[in-house]
């Protein structure tokens, strides 16, 4: 059964707690991305892979990291330096060449306690 | 200018009637275009993707693309309640690039 699968569907974090956010996939893609969705509003690129053990910062890395030590995970955590981490947390993924899209896993809503 | 436009909505029609959907694009090497459905809550799912001029139907939908004017539209026939979402508009060319969506709101 192939597919995106994030863990946990619900997070709470405290005042100066670092979270992680779990992604895994088994479709074999390559690249993987991490996006943020406020009420109403559109997505915003956090991160992204394209390779094993190489990501880039995407529009609004700050408060955020990341690490690709295999194909099948991207793990996000959102450090105590994001100030308003309450958010609707999208990972994705994508085969790296030709013209498929990306594929989004159930996502993560994380709430500051 | 946005690289992905479309207009927020809400967009809202009667059950029965056709809902039309719309995105301009900025980049002309645009190469596929997509369209994603998100319900409340949910994350996005595809629904539609097309890559060259013209219409694509697939059941009650129809994607339509027109490269010269840079545009892309979906057209739901027979709206039901169950199509009332947020409907995202996707380019791709370097990288997949995401409009802010489109909210329709189907009638009973």
């Known amino acids: 059964d192939g597919g995106i699968t994030q863990s946990p569907k619900y997070l709470f974090r405290k005042e100066g707690q670092n979270v992680t956010l779990s992604c895994e996939q088994n479709l074999n893609h390559d690249a993987m991305y991490w996006y943020r969705q406020d009420p109403g509003q559109g997505l915003r690129l956090i991160y992204y892979s394209q390779i094993v053990n190489d990501f880039q910062k995407g529009d609004i890395a700050e408060g955020y990291s990341v690490s690709r030590e295999k194909k099948e995970s991207f793990p996000l955590t959102v450090t105590s330096a994001q100030k308003n981490p309450t958010a609707f947390y999208l990972c994705a993924s994508r085969r790296e060449l030709g013209q498929e899209t990306q594929y989004f896993g159930p996502g993560t809503r994380l709430l500051v306690l | 200018q946005k690289e992905v436009e479309q207009n927020s909505g809400p967009l809202s029609v009667p059950e029965g009637a056709i809902a039309s959907l719309n995105c301009t694009y900025s980049?002309?090497?645009?190469?596929?275009f997509f369209w994603y459905r998100q319900y409340s809550g949910k994350s996005p799912e595809l629904i539609m993707s097309?890559?060259?001029?013209g219409d694509k139907e697939d059941g009650r939908f129809t994607a339509q693309l027109n490269k010269a004017s840079q545009y892309v539209s979906l057209l739901i026939r027979d709206s039901q309640p169950s199509d009332s979402a947020t409907y995202l508009c996707a380019v791709l060319s370097q990288k997949v690039t995401f409009g802010t969506g489109t909210k329709l709101q189907v009638i009973p």
């Open positions: 980049d002309r090497g645009s190469q596929s």
């Open positions: 097309i890559y060259s001029n």
